[in-house]
């Protein structure tokens, strides 16, 4: 395997060490050592502005892109109101993994959303967001714990890209959100739904070949296969 370079995008949060506090670029380890253990090489893109100016270099640089989870994105950003629920958002973020989705999209470039990274690929495509899930569905399963993770099952589309790069139709998955899909943007079909309330939990663009959008979290959890059948479709490619 050549070692593809996997992009991972990252978040610019105000974080502590020592007697430093300062903002940071930053992910946590998790996705890193996922990339890692698939045989990538990882590396971190922090947003940057002007978001189109940068974009096209850092994807001459990658292999495929996978879009992280964090912060609620700005409403605006898709015509929505803002609702009571919806945390503080990072317009500089937002903006610079639209564009890096959409150009990754124009080079057929495997990427990958997870949680905000699925949300995010919807919004770049056209799409809208729930606010806050609780509201459609009644229970705040999906974010029981701030903090936590919570375990739920989900249906995949038989034959689906979510069906085979998890490699099964039904699992169990890590859930940490309170946002989630309303509208699908353009090409995109969903693929996966929560067994308990039909939440749309895996979204994918069935004109390419792997992008997919989960809206779990399968980085760090041994059990998800998610992440490596990613890593290994990209660096299958870049070998081809």
Known sequence: MTGCVVGICAAIERVRWGPWETEAAMMPLTYVGAVQAAGGVALLLPPDDPADEVVKPLLDRIDCVILAGGSDIDPSTYGGRRHPKTGEASPRRDRFEQALTRRALERGMPLLGICRGMQLLNVALGGTLVQHVPDIVGHEEHLQTPGTFRDHDVHLQEGSLAARAAGAEQVTVRSHHHQGVDELGEGLVASGWSVRDELVE???????????????????????????????????????
Request: net charge negative; proline share 8%; charged share 30%.
């Open 202 to 240: 895996a979204i994918e663009v069935p004109a390419e070949p792997f992008v997919l959008g989960v809206l779990w979290h399968p980085e760090g959890d041994e059990r998800d296969r998610i992440v490596a059948t990613f890593v290994e479709t990209a660096c299958a490619k870049v070998e081809a």
